[in-house]
Nanobody, 121 residues
Framework: QVQLVESGGGLVQPGGSLRLSCAAS????????MGWYRQAPGKQRELVAR???????DYLDSVKGRFTISRDNAKNTLYLQMSGLQPEDTAVYYCNAVIQITRGTIPYDYWGQGTQVTVSS
């Protein structure tokens, strides 16, 4: 069983900063990629940032230069440092990980429960 637990969401004023964390635990052989997605009310879930096992990052255009994704491999923890937050960043942020639970098995997508980020004055 694999669990992804997010933390760090909250209410912040425009221009402020937050850091999200996502800790992966359980039966994990290999994490191929981890990323952050978000879903605002009435909108589809979208990729915010992604980091693969080779260290390659990918960002949503609207967050480039403001958000930074990173990972502590020893702790199986993913981070998203968000700065210059704007009201349009308001959404539930979800952690995603592509995980192989044993050698030779097919990797699967796992999701966290989500953490609310609200940007408002």
């Amino acid at each position: 069983q694999v669990q992804l637990v997010e933390s760090g969401g909250g209410l912040v004023q425009p221009g402020g900063s937050l850091r999200l964390s996502c800790a992966a635990s359980g039966s994990i052989f290999n994490i191929l990629a981890m990323g952050w997605y978000r879903q605002a009310p009435g909108k589809q879930r979208e990729l915010v940032a992604r980091l693969n096992s080779g260290g390659v990052t990918d960002y949503l255009d609207s967050v480039k230069g403001r958000f930074t994704i990173s990972r502590d491999n020893a702790k199986n923890t993913l981070y998203l440092q968000m700065s210059g937050l704007q009201p349009e960043d308001t959404a539930v942020y979800y952690c995603n990980a592509v995980i192989q639970i044993t050698r030779g098995t097919i990797p699967y997508d796992y999701w966290g429960q989500g953490t609310q980020v609200t940007v408002s004055s």
